[in-house]
C-alpha cells in the first residue's frame, strides 16, 4: 500500500526546490533567442524541408518557400575542413550539427545533413570575418532558393546573402 501523505510531503519538497532553483534552458543553435530587429525573421533549420521525407525525396517546407527573398536571421555550426575546388574561395557552410569534413578520398561522400545553407557574404564582409568562430554562428541576410553550383562543387539549394555574421561559441585553440 502507497502511503498517500508520505508520497505529498515529497511532492512538496521537490516542488519548493525546484522553484528555488535558477531555471537554465538549453537551446541548440537555431532556435538560440537574440534581439532581432524587424528587419530579420528568425529561420531554422527544421523549417528547411517537410518531415517525414516521402518517397520522392526532400520537399521544401512552406516556411522556407515563404521567406524565399525576405531577409532572415539563422544561426548554426561552421562547417569545417570545405575545400574549394580550383582556385575559387572555400565556401562557408553552416549546418545544424558540428560537421567535419574529410574530402580525402571521397569528397562527394561527406556527412553533410541535408539541411545546410551556403553563405555569401555582401557589403564587404569576408569569410575571414568568421574566422575567428569555432562553433555556433548567427548570420542575417537574403534567403536565396534554387540549385546552384558552389565553389566546392556541390551544388547549394538554400543560400544565404549574409550582411552580418556574428560569433555565438568560439573556442580557444
Do not use: W
Not at 524587424?38 to 516556411?63: C, E, I, K
Not at 524565399?68 to 557552410?93: H, M, T, W
Not at 548567427?138 to 566546392?152: K, N, Q, S
Not at 556541390?154 to 552580418?164: C, F, G
Amino acid at each position: 500500500m502507497i502511503d498517500i501523505r508520505g508520497a505529498s510531503r515529497s511532492l512538496l519538497v521537490f516542488a519548493a526546490l525546484a522553484a528555488s532553483l535558477p531555471s537554465v534552458k538549453a537551446t541548440p543553435p537555431d532556435a538560440a533567442a537574440t534581439a532581432v530587429g524587424a528587419s530579420a525573421t528568425p529561420l531554422s533549420f527544421a523549417d528547411f524541408y517537410q518531415r517525414p521525407v516521402g518517397p520522392r525525396g526532400l520537399t521544401p517546407g512552406a516556411r522556407l518557400l515563404a521567406l524565399a527573398g525576405e531577409r532572415v536571421e539563422l544561426a548554426g555550426y561552421l562547417v569545417q575542413g570545405v575545400v574549394p575546388s580550383g582556385d575559387a574561395p572555400s565556401p562557408i557552410i553552416i549546418a545544424p550539427i558540428p560537421v567535419v569534413l574529410s574530402d580525402e578520398d571521397e569528397s562527394l561522400a561527406d556527412d553533410l545533413p541535408a539541411s545546410v545553407a551556403y553563405l555569401h557574404p555582401v557589403n564587404g564582409l569576408s569569410a575571414a570575418s568568421l574566422d575567428k568562430c569555432h562553433g555556433a554562428v548567427r548570420v542575417r541576410g537574403t534567403l536565396e532558393l534554387g540549385r546552384v553550383p558552389e565553389a566546392d562543387g556541390r551544388q547549394s539549394y538554400v543560400r544565404v546573402r549574409a550582411d552580418a555574421m556574428q560569433c555565438i561559441t568560439s573556442a580557444a585553440r
